[in-house]
């Protein structure tokens, strides 16, 4: 008699609404008042206590935002062990937290690899100055640079990192460049993003304004085929629109 499948297993995504700053074209929730921190952290603390866990069966945790590496690595820890002792988990669990190279160090990231972060995600953008500041990031592309060699003094070896394509005036050499940086730190994940102007946002006001002018099309395509076809012949799974990652890391 064949035995029936096992349900597979679950992800728990946890959203951290904090940044310092909103991003041009960022759409998803997320506020500045870092005074609240404490008590979105007594509320989310509560909301798990409150869970029914029911017969659900997990086998990852996602820790996003806004900028969740923000937070100190013990409110970090204190969010894990509260999913942990809260809900069913098996196997080798992957604990990500999303990072944004201007808010840690080396010292902040090996005390996330401490606190059961064992996944990192860092959104580096670009690796060039003036795409930065375009964009409105926060961060610089030497501190970029470095917190990807941080994560790795840290103990990390899982690593991500998105990039973003279809800036205006970014050339396919441009774009080129800042893969080729990018494979440079070795990471297991690369995500490429498509600039997309949302509604509501202060990349759609510049747009209204006539202050900017998205990329034509063509030229977005062909970034969109260069990053997919460089990253295949570097051993990358091109496996979700946006995703690649070496084998097992998808």
């Known amino acids: 008699m064949n035995k029936p499948l096992a349900p597979p297993c679950g ?6 609404p904090f940044c310092l700053r909103k991003c041009l074209y960022c759409d998803f929730f997320s506020i500045a008042d ?5 008590a ?11 869970a029914d866990p029911g017969l659900l069966v997990f086998d990852t945790i996602y820790i996003g935002g806004g900028t969740p590496s923000i937070l100190e690595p013990a409110d970090i820890k204190g969010i894990i062990n509260g999913l942990f002792s809260k ?15 201007g808010t840690v160090d080396f010292e902040k990231l090996k005390g996330f690899r401490s606190a ?33 060699a941080n994560a790795r003094r840290a103990g990390f070896e899982n690593v991500g990192l ?10 396919l050499q441009d774009w080129t460049a800042d893969v080729e940086s990018a494979l440079a730190h070795g990471p297991e994940h690369i995500a490429c993003y498509m600039l997309t102007v949302e509604p509501a946002t202060p990349l ?19 970034l969109f085929m260069a990053s997919s076809e460089f990253l295949a012949a570097c051993g990358f799974l091109h496996y979700e629109i946006s995703n690649f990652a070496r084998c097992g890391a998808d």
């Open 11 to 16: 992800g728990i995504y946890v959203h951290v």
């Open 34 to 38: 870092l005074s609240l921190t404490p």
């Open 40 to 50: 979105f952290l007594k509320a989310l603390s509560s909301e798990i206590s409150a």
């Open 87 to 101: 809900f069913r988990f098996e196997g080798s669990v992957e604990v990500t937290l999303e990072a944004n190279p």
């Open 116 to 148: 059961g972060v064992n996944r990192l995600n860092i959104g580096v953008q670009s690796f060039q100055e003036k795409n930065l500041a375009m964009l409105g990031r926060m961060h610089s592309a030497e501190q970029a640079h470095a917190a990807l």
């Open 162 to 171: 998105d990039l973003m394509y279809g800036l205006p005036g970014q050339a």
């Open 204 to 222: 759609a006001e510049e747009q209204r304004l006539g202050r900017f002018q998205p990329a034509p099309e063509g030229d977005v395509a062909e």
